[in-house]
Nanobody, 126 residues
Framework: QVQLQESGGGSVQAGGSLRLSCAAS???????????LAWFRQVPGKEREGIAA???????RSTDSLKGRFTISRDNAKYILYLEMNNLKPEDTAMYYC?????????????????WGQGTQVTVAS
């Protein structure tokens, strides 16, 4: 089964940018290409929030409130999922997770995904 590992998190000042990566292993290229991939984030004590999902054809669906600042993309040849985050705000501070699966609809809904990474922390200072 696919294993996922996030990287790229860290501390940044408000207004700054980060690019998160999610590397996949344990899967061949044909199977990886067939996956819906997504990013989520979670703050302690709150539910996991969907950010964006990207389908097998590269089409993406993003949470309205984050559109324009967060961009999801995938490089199938490298088995990597990306999340470009710009103009970061203190309220973006959270643990960020990537996920993979083959849901009927490729939307950033946590219940649709069975495969998760361990998360990478993003902290935005004001």
């Amino acid at each position: 089964q696919v294993q996922l590992q996030e990287s790229g998190g860290g501390s940044v000042q408000a207004g700054g940018s980060l690019r998160l990566s999610c590397a996949a292993s344990g899967i061949d290229l044909r199977d990886y290409r067939s996956l819906c991939l997504a990013w989520f984030r979670q703050v302690p004590g709150k539910e996991r929030e969907g950010i964006a999902a990207i389908d097998t054809d590269g089409s993406a669906r993003s949470t309205d409130s984050l559109k324009g600042r967060f961009t999801i993309s995938r490089d199938n040849a490298k088995y990597i999922l990306y999340l470009e985050m710009n103009n970061l705000k203190p309220e973006d501070t959270a643990m960020y997770y990537c996920a993979a699966d083959r849901p009927f609809h490729c939307n950033p809904q946590p219940k649709s995904f069975d495969y998760w990474g361990q998360g990478t922390q993003v902290t935005v200072a004001s």
